[in-house]
């Protein structure tokens, strides 16, 4: 039990574009759901905590119009990442916390954004 | 806390040992701490957990050392299989802001055969 998926696994653009990942709590359902990016090398960062039917809350210094995160069902919530740069070139990864527990997080196996 | 542009510090053992990856937390509000392994191009996996109130806790194969009085946290990983190669964070959980986990730096560690 508590899988979280995340789609697409890895996902190549050209500079400009926009690109979604979708994040599910495939077995249970997520209050709370939270986006964390990881550059190589390095630990994960959180970038946003997003909660089902409100606006996501966001770390200091992570730009909300450039990251579009939607949390419109409690097993689903999405990240866009708006005009894309070589710089957004990153591991993402969410993290689902059901609704029982929000110390419990479950993560999902990440997506790897390449921007060309 | 972050380390951006620094390199994991890396521990390698010999197959049967034991490691010692050690962790340093920020906040002294913290009141929950994990431990997780992350392999390779996946997301972190859940190895063990403390709470403020503890000092020790074991698992499998795993224990978790937590000294608030310093602010550190330690994961022994008992007879190290090469299949324990992975990167390993900590993570601290301050109370009261809805569950969002700070993560440490990491530490690569490698198993020799």
């Known amino acids: 039990g508590a899988v979280v998926s995340q789609h697409p696994s890895r996902v190549i653009c050209k500079s400009g574009t926009s690109v979604k990942i979708e994040c599910r709590s495939l077995d249970f359902q997520a209050t709370t759901m939270f986006w964390y990016r990881q550059f190589p090398k390095q630990s994960l960062m959180l970038m946003a905590t997003?909660?089902?039917?409100?606006?996501?809350?966001?770390e200091q210094g992570v730009e909300k119009d450039k990251f579009l995160i939607n949390h419109a069902s409690l097993t689903l919530s999405t990240l866009t990442v708006t005009s894309a740069h070589p710089e957004d070139s990153s591991f993402y990864i969410c993290?689902?916390?059901?609704?029982?527990?929000?110390?419990?997080?479950?993560f999902g196996p990440g997506t790897r954004l390449l921007v060309l | 806390g972050e380390s951006v542009g620094l390199h994991l510090p890396t521990l390698s053992v010999q197959e049967g040992d034991n490691s010692i990856i050690n962790c340093a937390y920020s906040?002294?509000?913290?009141?929950?701490f994990i431990w997780y392994k992350q392999e390779s191009g996946k997301g972190p996996q859940f190895i063990i957990d403390i709470r403020s109130n503890m000092d020790k806790r074991q698992g499998q194969r795993v224990t978790v050392l937590l000294n608030k009085t310093v602010k550190h946290l330690s994961l022994q990983i008992a007879a190290t299989q090469p299949g324990d190669s992975a990167v390993y964070f900590c993570a601290e959980n301050i109370g009261n802001q809805g569950g969002k986990l700070i993560f440490g730096q990491g530490t690569e560690l490698s198993v020799k055969p």
């Open positions: 906040n002294s509000a913290s009141d929950y």
């Open positions: 993290s689902a916390a059901p609704g029982t527990s929000q110390e419990t997080q479950y």
């Open positions: 997003s909660n089902e039917g409100s606006k996501a809350t966001y």
